[in-house]
């Protein structure tokens, strides 16, 4: 059984407040639980195989949910799972879902039921030489078109025609690829994050995703996270504790090595993807905006805060493109956490300058866009009592003193962004 989520007034304006904190990352993770059970019953429907195959799955996930929930909602609720479910569930209302893509319902089942501790044995689709394991692993099958995986006592086995051989868990070896996880303490407040470069259903990005990272890169990504995580909870504690409650998956993106890039896939909660940052402040400072999109891409699933009939576009300094009403609350909502993280390492930043030139620019872009949002009759009731406790946040971004010739220049480079995306969209 699905639930059915409302959205209280505690939840929409702690959202609004621009922190969440971790109990609120935990309700909007738990209302993606009920998200991807929803789809994975429409996928259900569209089954291609002989019913009783797609009913042995819907048993075992049944049966993982009864034995313990909590652990097998977890599992559901991972953001690999979110995203096949998604990916595969477009397809199948145009008609073009594969069974390859159906069929991962069984890796689905079989981390479900590994999490819950049910014992099953399941057969597995391979895709591209492999069967995938969403927050798991990948594990190399060669020519083989399917492989058994058993499930007994939580420990996972997998058998491709040549015997069953045990799954080595985070051990790397030249059979499976396991997901590496980023790990941190600091400040008292302790974090892991998978950092996927297996998964095939990690796409969906203006990049495409890396492939497997060597393990020396892998080691410079670590370390850069260790340094961030650092300069986050010393200056951001609260927003460390949301991002540890709730960011569940980083997945690596190509980049072209002259400008670090990240996205939020509306869809997907507890999951973005980027390129690696230049230094552990641009990493700090982009853990705090892409969890933004993703709580409140999370928050609209339960509630909508725009009117969807509102056609005009608008000025967005963060963008090039008029942007909807729906894409510019998105960024304003980002870019209030982006400028209070600036505002906060202010004072450990190498670069005071730098930092300080960031946040006069990122409090006042959301300033001037939450106006437009507020004054564009286009909000609904619920939208209204958000931009209005978002005001107050803001507000008090605006009230923080900063040496005049840095506002200044802000207010002047705002002005010259303004005047140019005027004289792009009039030629359009």
């Known amino acids: 059984m699905t639930e059915y989520h409302r959205c209280p007034e505690a939840l929409l304006d702690g959202l609004a407040d621009s922190r969440g904190g971790p109990g609120l990352s935990r309700a909007l993770a738990e209302a993606q639980v009920s998200k991807h059970l929803l789809l994975i019953a429409g996928l259900l429907r569209e089954w291609p195989g002989p019913a009783a195959e797609r009913d042995r799955l819907a048993g075992a996930i049944q049966a993982a949910r009864a034995a313990a929930p909590e652990a097998a909602a977890r599992a559901l609720g991972t953001p690999m799972v979110g995203a096949w479910a998604a990916i595969a569930g477009r397809a199948a209302e145009r008609g073009r879902a594969e069974r390859a893509d159906l069929a991962h319902l069984a890796a689905v089942a079989v981390i479900t039921c590994a999490a819950a501790g049910v014992d099953v044995e399941l057969t597995v689709g391979a895709r591209d030489g492999a ?122 993106l190509t980049g072209d090595g002259r400008s670090a890039r990240s996205a939020t896939i509306r869809h997907v909660f507890g999951v973005f993807g980027l390129t690696r940052p230049a230094g552990a402040a641009d990493f700090a400072v982009t853990l705090v905006h892409e969890y933004q999109h993703a709580k409140l891409s999370a928050l609209l699933d339960v509630i909508q805060l725009t009117d969807p009939d509102d056609g005009r576009r608008y000025f967005a300094p963060w963008r090039t493109d008029p942007r909807p009403l729906a894409g510019l609350l998105q960024g304003v909502y980002a870019f209030a956490g982006v400028a209070d993280t600036w505002r906060a390492l202010r004072d450990t930043h190498a670069r005071r300058d730098s930092a300080e030139s960031r946040f006069a620019d990122a409090r006042l872009q959301v300033d001037r866009s939450l106006a ?40 002047q480079r705002h002005r010259e962004l303004l005047e140019r995306w005027s004289a792009a969209t009039t030629t359009r």
Do not use: K, M, N
């Not at 420990?155 to 941190?184: F, K, Q, S």
């Not at 004054?375 to 939208?383: E, I």
């Open 372 to 411: 437009t949002l507020q004054a564009s009759g286009a909000l609904t009731p619920d939208g209204e009592r958000f931009a209005t406790r978002l005001r107050r946040f803001v507000d008090s971004l605006l009230a923080v003193p900063l040496p005049e010739p840095v506002a200044r220049r802000a207010e």
């Open 131 to 252: 069967v995938a394991l969403p927050g798991l692993g990948r594990a190399v099958t060669g020519d083989a078109a399917t492989a058994r995986i058993a499930v007994i006592d939580r420990t996972l086995t997998i058998d491709t025609g040549h015997g069953p051989v045990a799954i080595p868990g985070d051990r790397e070896t030249g059979h499976w690829l396991p997901v590496r996880r980023l790990r941190a303490t600091s400040g008292g407040i302790g974090v892991e994050i998978a950092l996927d470069d297996v998964d095939p259903y990690r796409h969906g990005y203006h990049a495409p995703p890396e492939p497997r990272l060597s393990q020396a890169e892998f080691d410079r990504w670590q370390e850069l996270f260790t340094e961030a995580w650092r300069l986050l909870t010393d200056c951001a504690p609260e927003r460390a504790a949301e991002i540890a409650a709730g960011l569940h998956t980083l997945v690596p």
